[in-house]
Every structure is written in structure tokens, then in C-alpha cells.
């Protein structure tokens, strides 16, 4: 019984992890590029919904339908200026750029909010859980962010396969120059690709910090890892991959901790480096997606 | 060697446009100077210069990896902590701190090994999270080891016969000897066949492969030697400490900082880090006391020349002069 809670709340850690990671996903498949502020692109929209959300006398719950559209624009802007100008140099560059980028933001958290953890309060919700039986509680919560992660892998996918704008980011993402000749702008495609990673990692900073407390460091350490670890573990390039890879992730997690709370984070790490030496493509990855 | 190369025409090929001499005689110089720097200089600039070379220890390592190697580590703070802890280890076990540091940048070596077949299987980005993930696995094994101080650390043992003066004098000079080394080593490797074919991969990768260059097995070769590095590095800064704490010597600052000082310096190029390293010192002195605003500024500033000066400051002083202060190459010079 103690395995099945073990499982069952690695389960509902991987919903996070599922969240955090889909908008990396994107990202790289559509510009082959990774962002190393991500993470802490999630930690100041969790800042935002502490610090600012309050100040519009609502609800603090309501902070998501503030906050996560104010992001997506964040993330187009800064697509169409920092980024693309980082694309535009080199791959190596917009490393470089987006590392600067999270130190920038870390230290700046830092130096503002000091670094004691934050947390967004949204009141007696997040108590409420479901207890199965003597040993089994369901957080309502994080059964909520499971559902929504799930969710919003849906709506992604249906969005990618069934919409124009989703066959352009396609198109653009298999092709760029044929696209552009067929008369797509890329950059705006892009922009657009940006503004649904950094607001679904904005969701899914909002809800680590309802969940646990967010410091200026959580961002890179633990955010960022963890997406990475569930793009890899799942399989680059696979949207369901990304959400299998973070339930593994989240139980690999849970059980590390069963064992003692210091492996939790090793845990993880081992999975992930065990998936890296026997099957680097990830467990639903395809070989190709590597190089 | 180098006049057989072209035919005498009336030109020759040599690799400065200064004589020879003059890079032998002013290494010459500056070492003599730094190496007597804490009988010369007050204490306080004793000891920014051993953070100073600590840095350059760094930035020259991760230079080597990513200017070169094309291999942007996010994770290299993970060796400088194993430096720290293999040197803990070894003085735990009764050898002098001192003696040992060249074992611990060993040890960090050995384990780079094994890892660099790992981290081999992803590229770019990927391969960039993946160190980090290295070295934080790295830290969380460490901290769980209490013969090692878990969480909280230990101090550095077999440093308490030294007299205080004894001791900042020998860290330092530790700490600068390393530095020597790792430049030194540097430049002569840069120069070498090896050198040759990291600046093709610099340029062209597929360029690189094509003309048969082994470009898998000079990056495992670079890795290692930046692992190495920065293990030593990690075991001077466990010296110069002189207390070994997984916050401190894992610290992704570490990280920050080599990688600022190259860009802003100019990457892949050999001046650049040093340039960077001083750089940042000036901006650090100056901004004393303002906590973390020194990083953001720095951060700021190398971004800014990522974007929009990418060869750095060197690079623009080269492209504006032709002048190479350690020329690895080599260039025609009409007699």
C-alpha cells in the first residue's frame, strides 16, 4: 500500500513536471533551440501572481487568468527582439544569451525579494485533498494540475495537427526556407511558438508556487532540470512522450524520496542518466531528433 | 620549419609580428613578478589576485570548451566542486594540501571520462542541460556523504603548522603557480596539432570532419582537460577557503563568471579570457558592497556583447590593429 502511494504521488508530481516541460518541447522543435531562462521565466510569473496579483483586490486563484496572458505576451515580445536577435547570430549565441538571461533574472529576484521562498496563497483550497484510505491522499490540487498538463497537451496537439497557424509552426519547424518561399513570415510563427511556451511555464510556475515555496533560484535548479529530464526521459519530439517522461520522472522521484528525502532529487537525475546510456532517444523519441 | 612553407619571395612566414624573443622574455617577466607579488604588493592585493587567478583558471577552461570545442557546459562548476572535495578527501587521508593538488585536478579528470560518453549522446542545448544535471547530481552525492561534512562541510586539514603570513602567501602562490600552468598549457596545446584542429572545429565543424579532422575524440580530449582544470581550480579555492562547502564549491556563480569573462574578453580567441578576467575585476572592485548588482551588470554587459560584438573586446582590438599578443597561428611578412 505504501508502493501504491509512492506511485500514486510521483503520478501527480509528474503533472508539474509534464507542465514545466511542454513549452521547453516547443520551443526546440519548432526553433531547434533551447532556452535556459526558462525555468526562471516560471519563477517571475509565480513572483508576479505573489506580488502583484494582490494589488488587483481579486481573488488570488484568479491570479492564472491574469497573469499566464500577460506572459504570453512576454514571450512574443521577447521572442521578436532578444531571441531572434541571439537566432539570427548563432545556436551558440542564443545559449549564451538565454544563460545571461537567467542569471540576470535570478539576481535580480535576488537583490529585490531577497532570497527567502515565496508562496502563492490561494486560501484553504489547497488543503483539500481526497483520502482513498489509510495511507493514500489525492491533493486536489495537484490532481487539478495533472488534468490541466494533460489538457493542455491536448489542446497542443490538436492545435499543431488541426489549425493553420499550428501547420505553419509545422511547416516552419520541418522547413523553414520552403516555408518562407510559400510565403510564411517566420519570425511572426516563431513569436507565436514563444508566446505558448512562456505562458504554459507561466501556468506552471504559478502552480509550484501554490504548491511549494518559490525562490530565485528554483527557476534554473530545479524547474529547468526537471523539464529538461522529461523532454529526455519521454523522447525529444514527442508531446506524449514529454508527459510520460514527466509521471516517470515524478515517481523516480517519490520512491528516492521514500528512501530518504535527500535522494528525491537524485532519483531523478540517476533515471535520467540511466535513459541517456541505454536509450539516448528517449522512450518514444526518434533517432533522428538527436542530431 | 616555418620558412619552408612558402618560397622565398621576398616574404616569411613567422607566427608575430614582434620577435620571438620577446614572448619568452616577457612571460619571463610577468612571472617573476607575480610569483613575487606578496613580498612586493600589500596583503589586499595578494588576495584579489589569487581571486583573479582563480577566475582566469576558469574562463581560460571554459573558453578551451566552448570557444573551441563548441561545447557550451553549463555543469563545469560540477568539477570544481569535485576538485574541492577530491583535495578535501586527500588531505583528510593525510597528504599535504598542497602536494595533492595535481591528484585532485586528476581525480576530477578521471571522472570527466566516463561522463563525456554520457553527455556525448546529446548536442547543443541539450548537451548544456545535461552537464548541469552532471553536476548537480555530483553535489547531491557529495552532500550525502558525512565523512566529507554532508550539508554544512568541513575545514581543510593539514594547513594549521603554517603561520597566518605562511599561509597567504603559499595559497596565493598556489593558486598563481596553477594559473601559470593551466595558461601556459594552454597556449603550447593551442599551438600544437591539437591546437590546429580545434580552431578548424572553431570554424567549421563539418569543415573540420570532412578534412578528416577526429573531432569526436579532441572534444572528449578537451573535456577532460577542462575537467581537469577546474578541479584544480576547485583545489586552490579549497585552499585559499580554506573551508569545503558544497554551496560554495558547486556554486553555479562559478559558472556565471567564467562564462561572462570569455565572451566579454572574446571567445576563442587565447587573449580573450584574460582580457574578460580583468574585466571583471574592475567591475567587481568598483562595485563592492552592492551584493548581487555586480553579476546582473556583468550578465547585462556580456550579453549585450554575445549580441552585438561577438568576438568580444579582444576581437574588436584585433580586427582594428592585426595585432595577436599570443599568436597561435601564423602569417606572411614581407622581409
Known sequence: MTWTNVLVQGILFGGFYALFACGLSLLFGVMRIINLAHGDIAVVAGYTAVFLVPHLHIAEVWGFVVVVPIFALVGYVLQRTLLQAALDRSPLTTLLVTFGLSVLIENLLLEIYTANGQSVNIGSLIGNSWQVNSVIYVSWFQLVVLIVAVAVLGVLQVYLSKTSTGRLIRAVSDDREAAQICGANYRHIFGIAAAIAVATVALAGISYGILTELTPTT???????????????????????????????????????????AYQVLAGHLLFLAILALRPQGLFGKKEALT | MSATLVPDVGRTVVRANYHPAM?????????????????????????????????????TMWNLLAGYAGMVSI??????????????????????????????????????VPVTFLLFRLRGGYFS?????VADSAMLVILSISYLGGGTGRPMPGLTSLSPTEYNHDSYLATW????????GTYLLLRSRLGLVLASMRDSETAARSSGAKVTSTRRWIFVIAAMGCGAAGAVLAISQPFVQPGNAFNINWLAEMLFATIIGGIGTVEGPIIGTIVYFVLYQTLQGLGAWYL????????????????????????????????????????
Do not use: C
Open chain 1, 219 to 261: 527557476g534554473g535548479s530545479q524547474v529547468l532540470l526537471y523539464a529538461f529530464e522529461a523532454v529526455v526521459i519521454g523522447g525529444i519530439g514527442s508531446l506524449w512522450g514529454t508527459l510520460i517522461g514527466g509521471i516517470l520522472l515524478g515517481v523516480a522521484q517519490q520512491i528516492g524520496a521514500h528512501y530518504n528525502p
Open chain 2, 23 to 59: 614572448l619568452v622574455g616577457g612571460t619571463v617577466v610577468v612571472a617573476a613578478f607575480f610569483s613575487a607579488a606578496p613580498w612586493i604588493l600589500p596583503a589586499a592585493w595578494v588576495s584579489v589576485l589569487n581571486n583573479f587567478f582563480l577566475l582566469l583558471i576558469l574562463a
Open chain 2, 75 to 112: 555543469g563545469q562548476q560540477g568539477f570544481i566542486g569535485l576538485g574541492s572535495y577530491a583535495l578535501l578527501y586527500l588531505a583528510l587521508k593525510g597528504m599535504n594540501p598542497f602536494a595533492a593538488i595535481p591528484l585532485a585536478a586528476l581525480i576530477a579528470g578521471v571522472i570527466a
Open chain 2, 129 to 133: 542541460v545535461a552537464t548541469w544535471v
Open chain 2, 177 to 184: 603557480l596553477t594559473a601559470l600552468v593551466v595558461s601556459v
Open chain 2, 296 to 335: 546582473i551588470i556583468f550578465g547585462a554587459l556580456a550579453v549585450a556583447v554575445a549580441l552585438w560584438q561577438p568576438g568580444g573586446v579582444w576581437g574588436l582590438v584585433r580586427d582594428k590593429t592585426r595585432f595577436e599578443l599570443l599568436p597561435v597561428g601564423y602569417r606572411v611578412r614581407e622581409k
